[in-house]
T-cell receptor, first 115, second 109 residues
Framework: KAGVTQTPRYLIKTRGQQVTLSCSPISGHRSVSWYQQTPGQGLQFLFEYFSETQRNKGNFPGRFSGRQFSNSRSEMNVSTLELGDSALYLC??????????????FGPGTRLTVL | AQRVTQPEKLLSVFKGAPVELKCNYSYSGSPELFWYVQYSRQRLQLLLRHISRESIKGFTADLNKGETSFHLKKPFAQEEDSAMYYCALRPGATNKLIFGTGTLLAVQP
């Protein structure tokens, strides 16, 4: 099976703009989670979607939002970009049928730079 | 508070030496703990999870609830073990992972 894919891989934006990142999970996986990785804060959970519904949300401002489509693909949107939003954004997918045995598979990430 | 602490940013050992990457957690319930690894230019991937009680690539980790620790160990380090290692906690009934800040393991020849 093809792994988790994320597009674009690199993105440069300026403050105040908005950005949309995309994640295609492994075929058959229904759960998609998003993480932000920065040198200062490390890996932080943003949110998780399962069957088009947000199931969990991390401690991020409302500027960070997401959605999931019927084919399980997910998008993450950040509005009114700030310099501190510069980070590697990781997407992870899992089957979603069993909490105890599922493995999360991570994508390569999208490197967002805010100027 | 739910927290994962990895006290060492960098651990440098010689090939063949034992390795112990430390991980301590703070969680009031029954934790589910994981070790993830990221090799150079590769994706973050699961190394092992405590409920599986298995050894992967010679690594083992035992959950010690009394000391709230989940240290990763390997008796004889190999150069190919050089990577970034992250300890992670999954609070019950959620799928979010709380990661530690990671430890870079450098195995010298």
């Amino acid at each position: 099976k093809a792994g988790v894919t994320q597009t674009p891989r690199y993105l440069i934006k300026t403050r105040g703009q908005q950005v949309t990142l995309s994640c295609s999970p492994i075929s058959g996986h229904r759960s998609v989670s998003w993480y932000q990785q920065t040198p200062g804060q490390g890996l932080q959970f943003l949110f998780e979607y399962f069957s088009e519904t947000q199931r969990n949300k991390g401690n991020f401002p409302g500027r960070f939002s997401g959605r999931q489509f019927s084919n399980s693909r997910s998008e993450m949107n950040v509005s009114t970009l700030e310099l501190g939003d510069s980070a590697l954004y990781l997407c992870a997918s899992r089957d979603g049928t069993s909490e105890s045995t599922d493995t999360q598979y991570f994508g390569p990430g999208t490197r967002l730079t805010v100027l | 508070a739910q927290r994962v602490t990895q006290p060492e940013k960098l651990l440098s050992v010689f090939k063949g030496a034992p390795v112990e990457l430390k991980c301590n957690y703070s969680y009031s319930g029954s934790p589910e703990l994981f070790w993830y690894v990221q090799y150079s230019r590769q994706r973050l991937q699961l190394l092992l999870r405590h409920i599986s009680r298995e050894s992967i690539k010679g690594f083992t980790a035992d959950l010690n609830k009394g000391e709230t620790s989940f240290h990763l160990k390997k008796p004889f380090a190999q150069e190919e073990d050089s990577a970034m290692y992250y300890c992670a906690l999954r609070p019950g009934a959620t799928n979010k992972l709380i990661f530690g800040t990671g430890t870079l393991l450098a195995v010298q020849p």
